[in-house]
């Protein structure tokens, strides 16, 4: 039975908080609608933050040609709520996530075929995976609507490089869908590293180890380097080193208040290439793993496409050549904001802590993509041209609004 509208607003707010704290969604990826009538549903609005939302800012929608009134403008993902209605007449609360697990199975472009028998409750026998097309687009909505149609009794279905849509006959359907998904898709990653490497147990460091011997890349270093991290204002960036701190003069890299440490002149080279505030070195496991192998990364998300860049190129640092190369990262991290360092993990740039946020999520999960999709052995890539246009957009619109909250 469809929502009350005021209770459905009520829900939809409550639904971005529950996804983000459940490590669903974060900033304002996904989407969340619930229908209040036979023809109409609302939708979260486009661009704006869960964590401030207010149900006066929830969008009702028609069904049938996704048509609004009002100044908010809806989820651009708006099309694929409302296919999912159309298609099933019980489902009154569907959410769109980009949860980690489900979009790293997504990208393999398979479906889970016989679903593992404590998750068929929920997820039934399978979950299916709509065709690739960029986000926000017609066409995407085309492809997840087909996937409907020919899978009329899946509730949950991955979106491939993109996601998950989960159809729920009311909220706590619709957080089960997307919980055990994420829950089976974990397994299924898991037995597969299992069936490749022959172990007998699972665990992240081995797998780590099999996809860099694989990849003829050297093991994971006892000590990673460190590559500090820094706050630019001005003419002026503190950099971190440990526990030690330091201004430092961008132009000369003279140190202001101590003697600057070699490691200034990545930054600096950094500075002079990118319009940015602030630099951090990610050294997580996965991110230091791909690192390692010396190669860059081309999106297997679209997200990281849109945050981070069309491509990362992957450069050394070596202590002793110091100027080389730190000219050489400079120059590769142009137009982009994200830096692999050969076996030393990433560095990241942006302007404010949100955007480092969503650049350590996204590298995550891409990096953890990486791995897993090479022992799967069916690595897909998103398109370069939807990479750069979804890039220019990112650039353009998305990302400044964001700032703006």
């Not at 980690?100 to 075929?113: C, F, L, Q």
């Not at 998904?181 to 797998?207: F, G, M, P, Q």
Request: contains cysteine; negative net charge.
């Amino acid at each position: 039975m469809a929502y009350e509208i005021n209770e459905a607003k009520e829900l939809v707010v409550k639904a971005g908080k529950e996804l983000i704290e459940k490590g669903l969604i974060a900033r304002t990826w996904g989407n969340v609608s619930a229908r209040i009538s036979d023809t109409q549903f609302v939708i979260t609005p486009s661009g704006r933050a869960y964590e401030d939302l207010t149900p006066e800012e929830i969008v009702v929608v028609d069904i049938a040609d996704c048509a609004w009134d009002g100044d908010i403008k809806p989820s651009s993902e708006k099309g694929v709520h409302a296919a999912a209605y159309r298609h099933h007449p019980t489902v009154d609360f569907v959410i769109h996530t980009h949860q980690k697990a489900a979009t790293i199975v997504s990208i393999t472009g398979m479906e889970i075929r016989n679903v593992y028998d404590e998750f068929k409750d929920v997820l039934g026998d399978k979950v299916p995976c709509a065709a690739y097309a960029m986000s926000t687009t017609d066409s995407l909505r085309k492809k997840v609507e087909r996937c409907i149609e020919m899978n009329p009794r899946a509730r949950a279905i991955m979106m491939m490089h993109h996601g998950t849509i989960c159809m729920g006959d009311d909220y706590d359907h619709a957080f089960a869908l997307a919980e055990n998904l994420e829950k089976c898709c974990e397994k299924v990653i898991k037995d597969n590293y299992l069936r490749h490497s022959w172990d007998s147990t699972y665990s992240d460091e081995a797998k780590r180890a099999f996809f860099l011997k694989k990849n003829s890349a050297e093991a994971m270093p006892e000590c990673i380097p460190d590559l500090g991290s820094s706050v630019r204002n001005g003419d002026i960036f503190t950099l971190t080193v440990g526990d030690k701190k330091v201004d430092v003069d961008v132009n000369t890299g003279v140190g202001i208040n101590g003697i600057a440490p070699k490691i200034e002149k990545l930054h600096r080279a950094i500075y002079n290439t990118e319009d940015c505030t602030m630099i951090r070195q990610l050294t997580d496991a996965d991110a230091v793993a791909v690192s390692l192998t010396g190669n860059g990364i081309t999106p297997m998300i679209d997200d990281f496409a849109q945050i981070v860049g069309v491509d990362v190129k992957n450069v050394a640092w070596i202590d002793g050549d110091t100027d080389a190369c730190a000219k050489e990262a400079g120059a590769a991290i142009d137009g982009r904001n994200a830096l692999l360092i050969q076996g030393a993990g990433a560095l990241i740039t942006g302007n404010t802590e949100g955007d480092m946020q969503a650049l350590e999520i996204i590298m995550d999960k891409q990096c953890q993509a990486i791995i897993d999709v090479d022992i799967f052995n069916r690595a897909h890539y998103v398109p370069k041209l939807e990479c750069f246009l979804m890039r220019t957009v990112y650039l353009a619109k998305y990302s400044k609004k964001i700032n703006e909250k």
